[in-house]
């Protein structure tokens, strides 16, 4: 699940305190030295050994967007193939209770390097939230999922970067809520400059969502978009339940599996590094500029209930990463 609530977290004004990642964590939880794999998730050092093969074996540059101060290896990266033009973006582990994308990615590899083979630039961020996935929490800065509570924070918030839903004058918030999330945004700031974002797909899971799961569909077709079509098909075709119609939790509408306006019946305004990605016009020092203005953005949410098989909801994911060259297909193709 991907909603994202705007924080005031100090980082750093003159002599005031900084709140980094590891400053709001449980004394118990942060004594904790073991992965957890109990859900049948990868550990932490084996799922990067698999993302370390782009490079290694295929020539992909890898990039650290964001090192953890004090630890060894807990790094948020990226990889991208050496050629640019528009691209194919694929992100996930925004949130580290939502193994199931990750682990899709790290077991599907060999569907993007294909496609990369046959020339299409791709940027690849697979787990963006190493710290969260490694304790299986939900943020990087504390075990407490609710974060009216612990104060928890996304590292995926670009709310300092988007313009606010009144005059459109001014960012939503005055910063970014820690230095993962400002680390990662501005990267993807500085990467769509080089890799155009063409079609985005997030993986996501929503434990929450007993029902069935759902996907949000952003960028400059919302609505109708043949990818979002396809991407419920696959999904379907696994067996995971999948929502056709009614409402959300947060009153937004599924028509036909997915989910392209608000509760409102407003564009997605989410606060969102798909947001971002999808959003024609940025606030940055001040100044509006251009932003990444993706055609197709896709945000693939499956159930993942107390009680949901984790091998059904890998095999979700991974049918969408395993259908990537259809999908980038569909989304080149003109529109009538």
Not at 174 to 183: I, K, L, N, S, V
Request: hydrophobic share 40%; proline share 7%.
């Amino acid at each position: 699940m991907r909603i994202v609530i705007a924080l005031a977290v100090t980082l750093c004004v003159g002599d005031a305190p900084v709140l980094r990642a590891d400053d709001a964590v449980a004394p118990q939880a942060a004594a904790a030295t073991a992965d957890y794999t109990a859900d049948g998730r990868l550990s932490l050092a084996a799922i990067m050994g698999r993302f370390d093969s782009l490079a290694t074996a295929h020539g992909w540059q890898e990039e650290t967007i964001y090192a953890y101060p004090g630890t060894t290896g807990l790094a948020i990266k990226s990889w991208r193939t050496p050629h640019r033009g528009e691209a194919l973006w694929i992100l996930s582990g925004i949130h580290g209770e939502e193994p199931a994308g990750p682990n899709a990615i790290a077991a599907n590899l060999a569907s993007l390097t294909e496609l990369a083979d046959a020339g299409v630039p791709i940027v690849v961020i697979p787990l963006a939230n190493p710290k969260a996935y490694r304790h299986n929490w939900r943020y990087p800065n504390t075990p407490e999922r609710d974060w009216k509570k612990g104060g928890g924070y996304s590292v995926g918030d670009a709310e300092y970067l988007l313009p606010d839903l009144d005059a459109g004058t001014r960012p939503r918030a005055d910063q970014a809520p820690g230095p993962e999330t400002a680390a990662l945004t501005q990267y993807v700031l500085r990467l769509a400059q080089q890799y155009p974002p063409r079609m985005v797909l997030d993986l996501h899971e929503d434990e929450l969502s007993t029902e069935g799961g759902y996907i949000y569909s952003q960028g400059t077709q919302p609505e109708g978009n043949p990818v979002g079509a396809e991407i419920v098909r696959l999904l379907q075709a696994t067996g995971i339940p999948l929502r056709q119609s009614g409402q959300t939790r947060f009153g937004e509408t599924i028509v036909a599996g997915v989910i392209s306006r608000d509760d409102k019946g407003r564009p997605i305004r989410d606060g969102s590094i798909d947001e971002l990605l999808a959003a024609a016009e940025v606030i940055v020092d001040g100044s509006k500029v251009r932003g990444p203005a993706a055609h197709t953005v896709v945000v693939v949410e499956t159930p993942a209930f107390e009680g949901s098989k984790f091998d059904l909801r890998v095999a979700a994911q991974g049918a969408v990463v395993q259908h990537v060259r259809e999908l980038w297909r569909v989304n080149m193709e003109p529109r009538q």
